[in-house]
């Protein structure tokens, strides 16, 4: 089982910043995979924001086109933690912001809101 605890959301102004953070607990040794999905409010779908992935030479990540430019993904993996530094946020990025792994199946945090203000 993995335990993924999201931390960093809040009200922010239009071309403000915030740092969201998710660490992972429980019953593993790496994770591989960990990134960063939203859903905005009024029934969309979840979307992935980005998304790192570790092997032992390299990371990857994406990002979603919407984000790239703005946002980075970093991790830490001694914390098996994972951050999403967000920059010159727009009302459009408003959503409650979900962290996610796959280890052995997919994981998902409860998610942090993020509300941007025009």
């Known amino acids: 089982q993995v335990q993924l605890v999201e931390s960093g959301g809040g009200l922010v102004q239009n071309g403000g910043s915030l740092r969201l953070s998710c660490s992972a607990s429980?019953?593993?040794?790496?994770?591989?995979?960990m990134g960063w999905y939203r859903q905005a409010p009024g029934g969309k779908q979840r979307e992935l924001v980005a998304?790192?992935?570790?092997?032992?030479?390299?990371?990857?990540?994406n990002y979603a086109d919407s984000v790239k430019g703005r946002f980075t993904i970093s991790r830490e993996n001694a914390k098996n933690t994972v951050y999403l530094q967000m920059n010159s946020l727009k009302p459009e990025d408003t959503a409650v912001y979900y962290c996610?792994?796959?280890?052995?199946?997919?994981?998902w945090g409860k998610g942090t809101l993020v509300t941007v203000s025009s």
């Open positions: 998304k790192i992935t570790s092997d032992n030479i390299a990371d990857s990540i």
């Open positions: 429980g019953s593993i040794f790496r994770l591989n995979v």
């Open positions: 996610n792994t796959y280890f052995g199946g997919d994981y």
